[in-house]
């Protein structure tokens, strides 16, 4: 069993729709990456947090500790936000040398217009 | 801005070739990072570095080498290509000081063995 998990591994969309998008993991973390994913390009970093809730834009990441979930929502959704969305956790006493990431599998986006 | 750039979008090499996949950064991040995303199975950790000639060894070191001769490039090298490496291959890179140690992304390089 993947520590990260990420589900479903494909999600569907109309414009403007409220999107979530939803990581669960089974170990200690220290803090959560959410990363995106266009096709064909390289990956962008959208949040990392390890509390509480951060907001960017239509973006807005959560994460509970203590139910070792995050969400990544997304408000009035647009095709341009048809990408792959990729969680990653940064385990618990890792220190700066050694702050490998452990990645979910990510979920593929499509927002049809 | 941070930026990570690597040596090349594509590349296409033949079965034994040596290759050289080469990836800097302008943020003056200690730590730098290599991997391969694969359908299926996302981003799996090749190796990565903390310090100048300092290296360890990811989830999937086997067929690769890594150096880091100076603080801003790392590369990459496959040392004999077999068709199991067409990938592609990300480099990242992250402060050591200073939490949460987010890591920034180099473009990608799709490499294709034949």
């Known amino acids: 069993k993947n520590e990260v998990e990420q589900s479903p591994q494909n999600l569907t969309a109309q414009e403007g729709e409220f999107i979530t998008i939803n990581c669960s993991y089974s170990?200690?973390?220290?803090?959560l990456h959410w990363l995106q994913q266009h096709p064909g390009g390289g990956i962008v970093s959208l949040f990392m947090?390890?509390?509480g809730k951060k907001k960017h834009g239509r973006l807005i990441a959560t994460i509970n500790i203590q139910e070792k979930h995050s969400s990544l929502h997304i408000t009035a959704s647009h095709p341009r936000d048809s990408a792959v969305y990729i969680c990653?956790?940064?385990?618990?006493?890792?220190?700066?040398?050694?702050?490998?990431?452990?990645f979910g599998k990510g979920i593929t986006l499509s927002v049809r217009p | 801005d941070v930026k990570v750039t690597q040596s090349s979008r594509y590349l296409v090499k033949r079965t034994g070739e040596k290759v050289f996949l080469e990836c800097v950064q302008d943020?003056?991040?200690?730590?730098m990072f290599w991997y391969r995303q694969d359908p299926g199975l996302g981003l799996r950790l090749i190796y990565f570095?903390?310090?100048?000639?300092?290296?360890e060894k990811g989830d999937i070191p086997e067929g690769y080498s890594v150096s880091r001769e100076k603080k801003e490039r790392f590369s990459l090298i496959l040392e004999s290509a077999s068709t199991n490496q067409t990938s592609m291959y990300l480099c990242?890179?992250?402060?050591?000081?200073?939490?949460?140690?987010?890591?920034?992304f180099g473009p990608g390089t799709r490499l294709t063995v034949t």
């Open positions: 947090l390890s509390s």
């Open positions: 170990v200690g973390i220290s803090a």
């Open positions: 943020m003056d991040h200690e730590n």
């Open positions: 570095s903390y310090d100048v000639k300092m290296k």
């Open positions: 990653a956790a940064l385990l618990t006493g890792v220190t700066g040398a050694n702050s490998k990431l452990t």
């Open positions: 990242a890179s992250s402060f050591v000081i200073g939490e949460p140690y987010e890591q920034y």
